[in-house]
């Protein structure tokens, strides 16, 4: 706005002055008019378009967060299952420990029982040997009191006497039997209340872990739910400002469209004035002459300056386009004049500031020559 402020009064100038003059001028205003535009519509687009990015990239490192929170999300999820897992496995162990805890006790009640019987015939057995026993005792005593008796009464005592001693034998026998019925019984009693034990301890260990993943488990579940209400509350935040944007948009979607017609009329206006241009810079290389002749002098090297005539410079320059040269056989000076003369210091680039018009008017498309012609060592090439 600055720029086309500083320029309305040389506008206003250039159109009251007309002619070639204000035409070129016009030309050249009316280029640094569309450059101006350009440039306030570019700078200004730019400066929109870097809001816009701006707010973009906020909304990719909001959507990057979320990503990162959504990942961790379903990696505890994954740890959640996978320890849910375990815990199932852990419960079902802990069944199965329990079914053989309870087989395993139901075993040591059977073998009690079994112990408990077995004491019982023991004690049978013993109170039977006892009997027995007195029995002998009382026969013994019958026996010795008898001996002065017949002899078939000692007879008969000592026949009996010899079946109660059998089946002494074959009760202590019977004894003897169950008391090793007795001690493995004993032993396999001792060998389930061992198991009984250590199933035990490995039942409190699985409840002592189940209790600790249950409750690793509930935090677990309460880090899964805070973060899906974070991810919540960032995809809302992260919609709103989509919308916001939305919003925004339209209106600048409405400014671009304007200044995209604007653009379009301006290019249109330049396209017209690049060929009025065109038009006036070949008029102006025309009334210079559509054939012109340059001489352009090379410094003398070290053997003809020692060939120059004492006192004479052999080539001198006048004005703009005048150059002479002195022939020592004469002792004359021959003067020259071309549309422009170029000194030993001048660069390849003042010789270029004359040449560029007319590469102009290639870029143009019109056909130009340009050709360097001198004897050999002159410099052509350079």
């Not at 306030?40 to 909001?62: G, Y």
């Not at 060998?191 to 301890?201: F, G, H, T, Y």
């Not at 170029?342 to 270029?352: I, N, S």
Request: charged share 30%.
């Amino acid at each position: 706005t600055a720029k086309l402020e500083a320029l309305e009064p040389q506008w206003a100038k250039v159109q009251a002055g007309g002619g070639a003059g204000g035409a070129t001028a016009q030309a050249t205003l009316s280029s640094v008019l569309a450059d101006a535009l350009r440039s306030d519509s570019v700078t200004w687009q730019a400066e929109k378009c870097s809001e816009l990015e701006r707010e973009l990239l906020t909304l990719r490192v909001a959507n990057n967060t979320t990503q990162r929170q959504l990942q961790a999300a379903e990696r505890a999820e994954k740890t959640l299952k996978r320890l849910a897992k375990q815990f199932r496995d852990s419960e079902m162990q802990i069944q199965a420990m329990e079914q053989e805890l309870g087989s395993v006790k139901a075993g040591a009640q059977i073998a009690d029982k079994a112990k408990q019987s077995s004491n019982a015939a023991l004690e049978r057995t013993e109170a039977q040997t006892v009997h027995l026993q007195r029995r002998v005792q009382e026969l013994e005593q019958q026996l010795s009191q008898a001996s002065s008796g017949g002899a078939a009464e000692r007879a008969l005592l000592q026949e009996q006497n010899k079946k109660q001693a059998e089946k002494l034998q074959g009760l202590r026998r019977e004894k003897g039997d169950l008391s090793q019925k007795l001690d493995a019984l004993t032993q396999e009693v001792e060998a389930v209340e061992q198991s009984r034990r250590e199933k035990q301890r490995k039942l409190e260990a699985c409840q002592g872990l189940s209790r600790n993943l249950m409750d690793l488990l509930r935090g677990l579940q309460g880090s899964v739910d805070k973060l899906r209400e974070e991810q919540q509350e960032v995809k809302s935040k992260c919609q709103d400002d989509l919308r916001s944007i939305a919003d925004d948009f339209m209106p600048l979607t409405n400014v671009v469209q304007r200044i995209g017609a604007s653009r379009a009329n301006m290019e249109q206006r330049y396209k017209e004035i690049a060929e009025e241009r065109k038009k006036l810079h070949n008029l102006v290389l025309e009334l210079k002459g559509n054939i012109r002749v340059f001489v352009r002098v090379r410094p003398m090297n070290e053997k003809e300056k020692a060939a120059e005539a004492a006192g004479e410079s052999t080539i001198t320059f006048a004005e703009d386009g005048k150059i002479s040269v002195y022939e020592a056989n004469n002792s004359r000076r021959k003067w020259f004049e071309f549309d422009k003369a170029f000194a030993p210091k001048c660069t390849q680039q003042e010789v270029f500031e004359e040449i560029k018009p007319l590469a102009t008017s290639v870029l143009d498309g019109y056909n130009v020559c340009i050709f360097a012609y001198g004897q050999t060592g002159s410099g052509k090439t350079f």
